[in-house]
Every structure is written in C-alpha cells, then in structure tokens.
C-alpha cells in the first residue's frame, strides 16, 4: 500500500496510543496524523501535537480542553464529547485509529463507521458493547473494521489464508494473568500493585486488571466473534504463559495454524494501520530455541468466574454483554481506587447482570441507556460490598 493515509489517533496519550504515533513515525510519510484525542492528559496531547504537527486535537473533559486551548495555538482544540465526534467527522481522515478505554469508545466507533471510515480498532469494548450494531452499521457504510488487539490480528491474518468454509474453530490464548495458578483464598488478599504486575504485556490499567481477572479473554471471545461471524462454541481459550502464540485457526481436516510473535502490540497496531499488510518493524521475531518450550493450560473457571459470565451474557445477547461491561468498568475503578476486593469484581458483575436481564437491542440508544442502568446500579453493589 503506497498511498499517503489521513489517520487519526483517538486514546493519543494512552498505551496503545503512543505506540501507534511510534508506528506513525516508522511509516515512511505513507501515514499521515490528521488529528489526536485524549480525556483529560492535556500537557500530554499538546506535546504530541507539537512533535507531529497535527492541526486538530480533541479533550473530552472541558477543562483540560480550555487548558490545552489556552497553552496551544498551533491549532484547533474541540471539547467533549461532542468535540471528539466533529474531530472523526470534519477531519477527513481515510482511518481512524479508536484506541480509547471503555464504553466511552462506541460513540467515537459508531461515528467512524457512520462516515465510512476505516476503522482501526483497539477498543475491544465497542464490540462488546454493540456488536450487532456497529458490524451491521460497518457492513451498510462499506467501512472497513482491522483488530487491534494481538489476538484477534493474528485471526484475521491467519484467516486471510484460510479458504470460506475451511475453517473448524478459532482459538484465542491468554496469559494467565499475574494470579495464574493461585487460589480463591489467595485471590482475596492480593493487591492493587500485584494485580498491576502483568507477567508478559504492558497496557493500560483498566486492560491489565481485565487480564488478572480474565475478563479480557471473555471481552475478546465476544470480539472475535463479532469481527469473524464465529459462532461462540466455535471459540476456544487455552491458557498459554509464554504469550508467544496469538492466535489459532482450526481447519476442517484437524490442521492448525499458529500466529508467532514476540509480545509487542506494535506489530498488531502497524497491521491495522497498514491495512492488513505486513511492514517493516524493528521487533526481533522470537526466539525459538531460547524459549524452549511452548505450554499451553485449560482455564481454571472456579477460581476465575469472569470468563463464564462473559460467555453466559453473550449468548443471552440483548444488552446483557453491555450490562456486562459497564459493570465490569465501574468494579475494575473501584478496584483500582482500593475501595473493592479483587474478588468482589465478579460479585459486582454477577449481581448486576441478575437485577437487570437481557433486554433486546434495537439501537444505539437503547444501549447507552442500558451502559448507564447497569453503571447506578454497579455502583450501588460496590458501596454496598465497601
Ligand atoms: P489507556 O488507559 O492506556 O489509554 C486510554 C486512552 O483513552 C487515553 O488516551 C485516555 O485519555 C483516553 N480515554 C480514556 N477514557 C476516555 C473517555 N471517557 N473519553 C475519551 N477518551 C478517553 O488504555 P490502553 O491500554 O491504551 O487501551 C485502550 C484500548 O485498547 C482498550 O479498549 C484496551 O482494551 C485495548 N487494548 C489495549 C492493549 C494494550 O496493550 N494496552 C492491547 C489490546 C487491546
Ligand atoms: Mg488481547
């Protein structure tokens, strides 16, 4: 692909964020960065603006809009959340990379994909949240939708492969997280910094704690099986320490094909930027003889509940994987904040999901109606669990 790109950056100053302007930098000028959002890290983005010459940059909080508006006047600053929507849509990009944290991203998704913009997508929850919708939206605009997220890229690069009607099942691997291997009686005890302390990949603290608890992978298996059209049952998750294989297609005749990388999401990232295509990275491919051994482990679904609650509020389907997620959000803060257990977070989520039962979906409304029914309610859970 040798054309000039006008790509976006939504979640700039973010873990994914910096490292796709990395791979901005890397591109040769075949990417060009038309526009940067943040929340509220306003220092932060007018820096990245600065060193990548961007005319337009987006705060979602008001005051750190004003504050960036006030230190920054080699262009525009747009603010809330309206702002970050005239950002995706008066910028004229050709790709919007949406690499915010949370339900917070269907918004920004939704109105990529209503242009019909390519959209590159590290924001798992946006499919979580409106699966049906934004594939169905995707599919009416003719916009494009590339996985960033090391699972799902490998997936989709290993699928490009695969003859149609070839494919037997999908599986996607998970760390373990920090607290493989442990107890629910050790579980309760541990820390906010210990559940911090991701064994192999460095993200965001919202991901990192949804990889402690798993909840990551059931997030995941519900992406894969909107960016595929999987059937659930057709989705496995095997545990698998070393990080090292992404992603496996089952074929028809009992084969599988293994994505290998190191864990470094630049590689997923500069793939959906590129469009699917493989580009120069400087990234050591991995070591086979210095790693030695490959291993590979069930889930232990006692010990880790989130991962069946996922799959469960998937099949159900409705709102409940909305209901779901934005519980799951509103326990990981509590967390993170040292107001709630580790282990109260599926207690959190069980307990939301039971009170409000899967209604059916329709529209984009109904769901951020449903993200703010299940947010009260969540919260309510939490102060009553504190
Ligand atoms: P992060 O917390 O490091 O960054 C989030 C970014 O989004 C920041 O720029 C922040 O300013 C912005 N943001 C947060 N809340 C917002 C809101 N309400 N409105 C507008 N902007 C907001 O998160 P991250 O680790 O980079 O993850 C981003 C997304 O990518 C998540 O959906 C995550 O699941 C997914 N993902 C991340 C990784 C990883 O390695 N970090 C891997 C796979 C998938
Ligand atoms: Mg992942």
């Known amino acids: 692909m040798s054309d000039r790109r006008r790509l976006l950056v939504l979640g700039a100053t973010g873990s994914i964020g910096t490292q796709a302007l990395d791979v901005v930098a890397r591109s040769h000028g075949e990417l060009e960065l038309v526009g940067l959002s943040a929340q509220r890290s306003w220092e932060q983005l007018v820096a990245q603006a600065r060193q990548t010459g961007v005319a337009r940059i987006a705060l979602s909080e008001p005051d750190a809009a004003a504050r960036a508006a006030e230190a920054w006047t080699g262009g525009e600053v747009l603010s809330g959340a309206e702002g970050l929507v005239r950002l995706v849509v008066e910028s004229e990009a050709d790709l919007v990379l949406n690499a915010l944290v949370g339900s917070a991203g269907l918004g920004p998704t939704v109105a990529t994909l209503g242009e019909g913009i390519e959209l590159a997508l590290a924001n ?29 890229a490998a997936l989709h690069q290993l699928l490009a492969g695969c003859a149609p009607g070839s494919v037997r099942r999908l599986t996607i691997t998970a760390s373990g997280g920090p607290f493989r291997g442990m107890s629910v009686e050790q579980l309760e005890q541990v820390s906010v910094q210990e559940a911090l302390a991701h064994p192999t990949w460095s993200m965001g603290g919202k991901i990192t704690i949804d990889s402690a608890t798993l909840m990551n992978k059931g997030l995941e298996v519900m992406e894969a099986h909107h960016l595929f059209g999987t059937p659930y049952e057709q989705i496995d998750v095997v545990v698998h320490p070393q990080s090292t294989i992404h992603g496996l297609v089952t074929l028809a005749d009992g084969a599988m094909l293994a994505h290998i990388g190191p864990p470094d999401m630049r590689l997923a990232i500069a793939y959906a930027l590129h469009g699917g295509e493989s580009v120069d990275l400087p990234i050591e491919p991995v070591d086979l003889v210095g790693l030695g051994a490959l291993t590979f482990e069930p889930v232990d679904s006692r010990t880790f509940p989130c991962l069946s609650l996922a799959r469960a509020a998937a099949l159900a389907g409705g709102t409940a994987p909305c209901v779901l997620n934005a519980a799951n959000e ?48 969540a919260s309510e859970t939490v102060a009553a669990l504190a």
């Open 124 to 152: 798992k929850e946006s499919l979580v949240v409106g699966g049906e919708l934004v594939t169905a939206l995707a599919e009416a605009t003719g916009a494009q939708i590339l996985p960033v997220d090391s699972e799902h």
């Open 330 to 377: 509103v326990a990981v803060h509590a967390f993170l904040a040292g107001r709630l257990a580790f282990t109260a977070i599926a207690a959190v989520i069980e307990a939301t999901l039971e009170r409000l039962p899967a209604e059916r979906v329709s529209s984009f409304d109904a769901l951020y109606e449903a993200d703010r029914g299940a947010r009260e309610l």
